[in-house]
């Protein structure tokens, strides 16, 4: 099969396979148009940059109301989101547009990620195994849900970066010489640059795609090895170094923040890049051509100098850069929100929900990393192309596999890094043609290996998802119906303000904030972003805090003018509502003094409630 014919069918997979989560799944957290509250956070931010607002201000009016507050979110994404909705601009306005747009970003990066993984693996694999990957990808929920329709979010254009920065890599290490290998290792510390300009989230994706070189020149001594691994360096430093400069204004270049690209990450890379760089030139042909227990220790020993020097310098500089990019969040939000967060949930099993959800999302890890430390093992003699895919697969998936048990949202690179292993598992499962001798007969195991390993981790995954069906569990309010309802409340709200007044602050559940925010276009006080710590801690207090006088006293100093809560019993409100906070209250229709319902559609009034907070009423 020619390759732009295998290229068609990987990629109508991949739309098959998004086309039927759109229709058949579900609408996402919140049961709205688009997937969760990022998505209409993002289209807001970007509808402010298009309306005018600057291309360094971060701050967002429509949060921590009536203040607004600064997102640490960057700006590549914002350019790749105008890009795609920019011709839905011919026939319509730029609000439309990008909401056209964001239904179909992510799954437009993911059609692009077809021909990226063509580069990085079909070489390795040939055309049918390489179908079989991208069917595999197609299958792996992490990925799908990094790509899925209506998710106009940076997990899937930071997926796609990473499997392109891998790619280059491994085209840098595939036995090739001359300057082309080096060429490939700078673009791949280029795309692993931009990658971290657009989310802190990316240093284990540079810390595993720079550990694969070393390691390889650790042990082999080989100078193209060691002049990738300088180029990825350089590469990667100089990108960081430009993005620096396009992500902030002059006077806040030297502004050392964690949870965003800032010098603090410049610093590091920049020394490591020019320690290795160095020694590269001044020494690195004396080093290659060690051999042997002295080679070793020499090169190592070169590595742990490049490695520790700049950690030294982050330790007496910036100390709170090893705890990651939340490091500076605010302590009082930690236990409240943020360990509550569904995607700051482990992966560990704990039950025989989350065994389930370790099955289906790492089951494979549990035997394709194996399997790739085995081969690497067994043939570390020998002369093996796949040598470098193998050794990003095994690294990758034990650093994400781990930091998965952790935290799920890394659960997508998990799946990414383990692909590789997976697919070559499976494929020697088939090409191997395993034999079961008995007495005189010997029977041909190929199909049912094959199946083992394709198939080994879903046969626990159905069985605990049987045997945990009947356990009771809640499932999301449908707050994008409710804010589709109750917008014509807050309309009329907005027009019975005269002119110079302010919009009306509403004050609703964190997650609900955004959706609300972009559908009725008011202001709101609580929404699921940790530097907003004072409006999180507000919202916490007004409807699950159990102090009414904290509650009122939050309310008057915002100047709240309306409240929305769901009263579905399926809300799953991180928090568990007891008798004596507001949420609960207003669920059994016990409204204080200072709020008044608003009628809603008869459709509405079992499952949300909408009030007017009374000013009067708000003095003690």
């Avoid at 360094?56 to 909705?85: K, M, S, Y």
């Avoid at 920019?86 to 990066?109: E, H, M, N, Y």
């Avoid at 409340?489 to 904030?513: E, F, K, M, R």
């Avoid at 530097?531 to 159990?546: C, K, N």
């Amino acid at each position: 099969m020619h390759r732009p014919l295998v290229l068609l069918a990987a990629a109508l997979m991949v739309v098959a396979a998004l086309a039927l989560i759109a229709l058949t799944g579900p609408h996402g957290s919140l049961h709205g148009p688009l997937v969760d509250s990022d998505c209409y956070m993002r289209l807001l931010r970007v509808e402010q940059l298009l309306a005018g607002g600057g291309w360094f201000d971060n701050r967002v009016p429509w949060i921590n109301a009536p203040h607004g507050d600064a997102l640490h979110w960057t700006r590549p994404f914002d350019v790749v989101l105008i890009a795609v909705a920019a011709p839905f601009r011919l026939v319509t306005d730029w609000p439309q547009a990008l909401f056209l747009g964001g239904l179909i970003v992510s799954p437009l990066l993911m059609i692009a990620l077809v021909p990226v993984l063509s580069w990085a693996y079909r070489p390795l694999l040939g055309n049918g195994w390489f179908l079989l990957m991208v069917l595999l990808a197609c299958l792996l929920p992490g990925v799908l849900s990094a790509f899925a329709y209506a998710r106009p979010d940076h997990h899937g254009f930071q997926a796609l970066l990473a499997v392109a920065a891998m790619a280059a890599l491994l085209r840098a290490l595939d036995g090739g010489d001359g300057r082309r290998p080096a060429a490939l290792g700078a673009l791949s510390g280029g795309v692993a640059g931009l990658a971290l300009w657009g989310s802190s989230e990316a240093q284990l994706v540079i810390v595993t795609l720079a550990a694969v070189p070393a390691l390889m020149w650790l042990v082999g001594g080989r100078a193209e090895v060691r002049r990738v691994l300088a180029a990825f360096l350089v590469g990667l430093a100089g990108v960081v170094a430009l993005a620096l400069l396009a992500d902030r204004p002059p006077g806040a270049r030297l502004v050392v923040e964690l949870d965003r690209i800032s010098v603090v990450h410049l610093v590091p890379l920049g020394l490591a890049a020019a320690l290795f760089g160095a020694i590269s030139a001044l020494a690195g042909g004396r080093l290659d051509a060690l051999t042997g227990r002295p080679g070793w220790l020499s090169r190592g020993l070169v590595l742990g100098a490049v490695g520790l020097i700049p950690a030294v310098v982050l330790a007496l500089w910036e100390p709170r850069f090893f705890a990651g990019p939340y490091a500076a969040i605010d302590p009082r939000i930690t236990a409240s929100w943020l360990e509550r967060v569904s995607e700051a949930q482990p992966l560990l099993p704990t039950d025989g929900w989350t065994a389930m959800l370790f099955a289906i999302h790492l089951g494979p890890a549990v035997l394709a990393l194996p399997f790739a430390a085995w081969r690497l093992w067994h043939r570390r003699a020998g002369d093996d192309p796949a040598r470098p895919a193998l050794l990003l697969g095994l690294i990758g998936g034990l650093v994400f596999t781990a930091v998965a048990m952790h935290q799920l949202r890394v659960v997508t690179y998990a799946q990414l890094m383990y692909l590789f292993p997976w697919v070559a598992l499976i494929r020697f499962a088939w090409e191997s043609n395993p034999r079961l001798t008995l007495g005189s007969t010997r029977v041909r195991l190929r199909a049912p290996a094959f199946l083992v390993v394709l198939l080994i981790h879903y046969v626990p995954a159905v069985a605990l998802g049987a045997l945990d069906h009947g356990r009771e569990r809640l499932v999301g309010c449908p707050w994008g119906g409710i804010a589709d309802q109750v917008a014509d409340q807050v309309a009329d709200q907005v027009a019975a303000l005269n002119a110079t007044d302010p919009a009306p602050i509403l004050l609703t559940n964190l997650y609900a904030g955004p959706q609300f925010a972009y559908e009725a276009r008011v202001p709101v006080v609580g929404a699921p972003y940790h530097r907003s710590a004072d409006a999180i801690a507000d919202t916490l207090t007004v409807l699950y805090g159990e102090d009414p006088e904290a509650a009122r006293q939050v309310v008057a100093k915002r100047g709240v003018d309306l409240l929305a809560v769901c009263r579905s019993p399926l809300d799953t409100d991180p928090y568990l509502a007891d008798e004596n906070n507001l949420r609960a209250r207003l669920l059994l229709g016990q409204a204080p003094p200072w709020l008044e319902p608003l009628p809603l559609p008869e459709n509405l009034r079992d499952i949300a409630g909408l009030y007017r907070v009374r000013p009067g009423d708000l003095k003690p």
